[in-house]
């Protein structure tokens, strides 16, 4: 029976505050929506660098760190410290332990966007997510020299249909002076997003990024060596270099040999990394800022918290007549005591319930918008155990910290005898 009395009676409380108590519920309810969106970005920003690549066991290049080799060939972020030759990548193709081998040459920009130098074998070998392969939209992968295929990223924002000719820019900058102006590429087709790097790379043969540098000299094409298309598709464009190389490994036993016996070439200085090591390495450098930003949106849970104990007990200076009236009725002081743990947890439950439904909603209604204009995957899926335990966790504060208005009321209740009762009653 108590429990049931102190519960309607909180629930009559409450409601009879509500306009005073709706401002402070409001503010805990954006705080611990703060603190659940944090944790929940955390957590799909690791899983969408996870997604980029996919299926890939080793990515060779020239000699460097881990976080380099992997941000420059995948997330096309830096540049890459030397090149590989030619000559290497077709003696790995020979190694009959790598099932398959995608070559990536990089350098070039259009309006911001890398240029990634690729063939066929980057359509068929590359996945991300759970292994999805990467499909088109609209046209078909290049087939000619001088044809181009668009991230969905870059189609979108640069408005780019098939058929448009655009032009490639010297140097992988956002801003470039020199332009590949006299070798125009078609675009042939146009790639499904993915939520990945994919979506912001333009790509084209490695022969058409061959035949564009033909006569060029310290980063300036030199008067009368450079080629005409037509001259250019005439002529053998086997690249010297590539930036980078994604492997598959069949038998995956195998993947820690193929790596040793590559960081071990002689005849040139390699690097092979996991993908997924180097990503370990990533999250452990950016931890330390995940914390210190969790932390801060948990303090201001907390001083949200702490604004509702401040409004309780301002409040409870104005209920001595209400503690008196259920003192007369025969409420002992660890009823009322209770009212006010009930009060501050059901307030502090509320607010994780309201959190968790707006969160949700929001990100209903930006996830396709992410997706679509900054190529940012955020799946909508279940809390996992740490959401939970986050959202968990208000409420217990809040029964914790309504323990000081509580403990306040107990002991205004343990002193009232039949004389205060009655006191208070008649005024």
């Known amino acids: 029976m108590k429990p049931a009395l102190a519960l309607s009676l909180a629930a009559a409380s409450l409601w009879h505050r509500r306009r005073v108590l709706l401002l402070v519920t409001l503010t805990l309810t954006l705080s611990v929506t703060l603190l659940l969106g944090v944790q929940y970005l955390r957590t799909e920003v690791r899983q969408s660098f996870s997604n980029a690549v996919s299926g890939t066991d080793l990515i060779i290049g020239a000699r460097s760190g881990q976080l380099n080799l992997l941000l420059y060939s995948v997330f096309h972020i830096g540049q890459a410290t030397n090149n590989l030759r030619w000559s290497t990548f077709e003696s790995l193709e020979q190694d009959q332990r790598i099932d398959w081998l995608v070559p990536l040459s990089l ?31 609209e046209g078909q992968w290049f087939s000619d020299l001088f044809d181009v295929v668009l991230g969905s990223r870059v189609a979108r924002q ?13 140097g992988g900058g956002r801003t470039s002076f020199v332009n590949h102006d006299k070798h125009p590429f078609r675009v042939s087709g146009i790639l499904a997003p993915t939520g990945t790097p994919v979506d912001r790379g333009v790509y084209v043969s490695l022969e058409g990024l061959e035949a564009i540098h033909i006569g060029w000299e310290a980063g300036v094409p030199a008067p009368g060596r450079t080629l005409s298309a037509e001259a250019a598709r005439e002529r053998a464009l086997t690249p010297d270099t590539v930036t980078a190389a994604l492997a598959g490994v069949e038998r995956q036993i195998l993947t820690f040999r193929i790596q040793r016996d590559i960081n071990q070439n002689d005849a040139e200085p390699l690097s092979a990394i996991l993908p997924g090591v180097a990503l370990s390495q990533l999250w452990q450098v950016l931890g330390q800022f995940e914390f210190i930003l969790l932390a801060i949106t948990a303090f201001v849970v907390v001083t949200s918290l702490a604004g509702l104990v401040t409004v309780l007990l301002t409040l409870q200076s104005h209920r001595h007549q209400e503690i008196a009236v259920l003192r007369a009725n025969g409420a ?96």
């Open 158 to 170: 640069l408005e780019h249909q098939v058929g448009d000719d655009i032009v490639l820019s010297h």
């Open 107 to 137: 350098g070039d920009g259009y309006r911001g966007f890398r240029v990634v130098g690729t063939d066929k074998r980057f359509l068929d070998h590359y996945q991300y997510g759970d292994g999805q392969p990467l499909a088109l939209t």
């Open 332 to 427: 002992s002081p660890a009823l009322i005591a209770s009212l006010y743990l009930l009060e501050c947890s059901g307030l502090a439950l509320l607010a994780s319930l309201l959190a968790a439904g707006f969160w949700y909603l929001l990100l209903a209604l930006i996830s396709p918008w992410l997706l679509e204009i900054w190529g940012i995957a955020i799946s909508l899926r279940a809390p996992t155990a740490l959401e939970g335990a986050l959202l968990a966790a208000v409420p217990v504060a809040g029964l914790l910290v309504g323990l000081i208005p509580a403990a306040r009321a107990w002991r205004m209740g343990s002193r009232r005898g039949a004389w205060g009762v009655a006191e208070d009653m008649t005024g």
